[in-house]
């Protein structure tokens, strides 16, 4: 079994940036991606990307600020995120797909999961 593990979370101003790293267990092969679940509020997309091809897709709130990526070499997968709001706030997972080759919005179809790093946004 894949397992993942996030870090580079922490507490930032609005406007700053933060990196965010998930290193896989293993070579996956698969598309893999991050969401993000704030209190009270029901898990969310942000991004994924491909294996071979690094296709990407990104909801649209955070479209055009935050660029995930990946090192295969390494098994792992980036998320830069810039210009951060208050409405970033969540805890941010990363998680992978078992079988497949194409990125996924809905977090069903995603196998393995990350423990989550907190991503804390003030104004």
């Known amino acids: 079994q894949v397992q993942l593990v996030e870090s580079g979370g922490g507490l930032v101003q609005a406007g700053d940036s933060l990196r965010l790293s998930c290193t896989a267990s293993?070579?996956?092969?698969?598309?893999m991606g991050w969401f993000r679940q704030a209190p009270e509020k029901e898990r969310e997309f942000v991004a994924a990307?491909?294996?071979?091809?690094?296709?990407?897709d990104y909801a649209d709130s955070v479209k055009g600020r935050f660029t995930i990526s990946r090192d295969n070499a390494k098994n792992t997968v980036y998320l830069q995120m810039n210009s951060l709001e208050p409405e970033d706030t969540a805890l941010y997972y990363c998680?992978?797909?078992?079988?497949?080759?194409?990125?996924?919005?809905?977090?069903?179809?995603?196998?393995?999961w990350g423990q989550g790093t907190q991503v804390t946004v003030s104004s």
């Open positions: 293993e070579r996956t092969f698969t598309p």
């Open positions: 990307i491909t294996w071979s091809s690094g296709t990407t």
């Open positions: 998680a992978s797909r078992r079988t497949g080759s194409g990125v996924i919005r809905d977090w069903h179809h995603y196998d393995y």
